[in-house]
């Protein structure tokens, strides 16, 4: 039943009602009583009698085919749910063979070029050992560990500073100063080690403290907040460097050794190491 058809139903109902009270000289629904219903003659009642059989006749088919369309939607409601499930498992279970596709594709990719590498590695190996062939003057496999373990600690030390100038209080807690100094640097670094760079003896007040980092990169950018502290209060006297080779601590005390003396015999200059060199400026000529 559309729209149009129940319009008409509300029409014939409402035109017959207002027949009804009319004829019953009622001017509100209420007003319709049994008594006022034995006033209308004979004939009246019949006609509206006839009327209102037809009406309810048409009213009570129109609810029939009402229910049956409902009826019918209901049943397409399901159907449609249906379809829109059996999708959503169509859709998952594409979704699942493109992920394992994917999964298989980037699997087969990282094993190919695993081996693609593996291979240009073996084969740069043998080439090496080809040309190289071991004789009695060759590099002992003892010696070509040590080599392999100064490397590895070379590039260890990259990620190290070292922390000059902290007073040992005990109880030790280095984490604590540590960070009390790289607060006044304004940096916050990811800390892998803290230890003493050295044992302690009489008549020193604090060791260097060697702090190992997460990466080289997080030690140029301490080295180059370490500025800051020279503006503080409580560590002024505190100054961050790299963690130095063996060759490299001897080279620098050379140059402060070099420094010092250059102080001494040239007084009015002002005297400085950079880029491993001692250099010098008029004082004068630099007012």
Not at 136 to 155: Q, Y
Request: proline share 4%; glycine share 2%; aromatic share 4%.
């Amino acid at each position: 039943m559309d729209d149009k058809e129940c319009d008409d139903m509300i029409l014939k109902a409402a035109g017959w009602l207002s027949k009804a009270m009319e004829q019953l000289n009622c001017s509100a629904p209420i007003e319709v009583t049994s008594t006022v219903c034995k006033k209308p003659l004979k004939d009246d009642l019949v006609i509206l009698m006839s009327e209102a059989f037809h009406l309810v006749r048409f009213q009570n088919e129109k609810l029939k085919q009402l229910k049956t369309t409902l009826s019918d939607t209901k049943n397409k409601l399901i159907e449609n749910q249906q379809w829109v499930i059996s999708l959503q498992e169509q859709v998952i279970d594409c979704k699942d063979k493109q992920l394992q596709a994917v999964q298989t594709t980037v699997k087969s990719t990282v094993e190919d070029s695993v081996k693609e590498q593996f291979k240009s590695y073996s084969d740069a190996v043998q080439e090496n050992v080809m040309v190289c062939k071991p004789d009695s003057d060759s590099l002992p496999i003892g010696k070509l560990k040590d080599v392999v373990r100064e490397v590895a600690h070379e590039e260890d030390r990259l990620s190290n500073v070292i922390i000059f100038g902290v007073p040992e209080r005990e109880p030790a807690n280095l984490a604590q100063r540590v960070e009390e100094v790289f607060n006044e640097m304004k940096v916050r670094p990811s800390v892998r080690e803290i230890s003493f760079a050295g044992k302690q003896s009489a008549g020193t007040s604090s060791r260097p403290i060697k702090v190992k980092l997460s990466s080289p990169s997080i030690v140029k950018t301490i080295l180059g907040q370490a500025k800051l502290l020279k503006n503080s209060d409580k560590l002024k006297s505190v100054f961050v460097k790299p963690d130095l080779s063996i060759e490299e601590r001897t080279e620098r005390r050379q140059l402060v050794q070099d420094l010092k003396q250059r102080r001494i015999s040239e007084p009015d200059k002002r005297h400085y190491i950079r880029g491993g060199a001692v250099h010098s400026e008029d004082t004068k000529s630099k007012k």
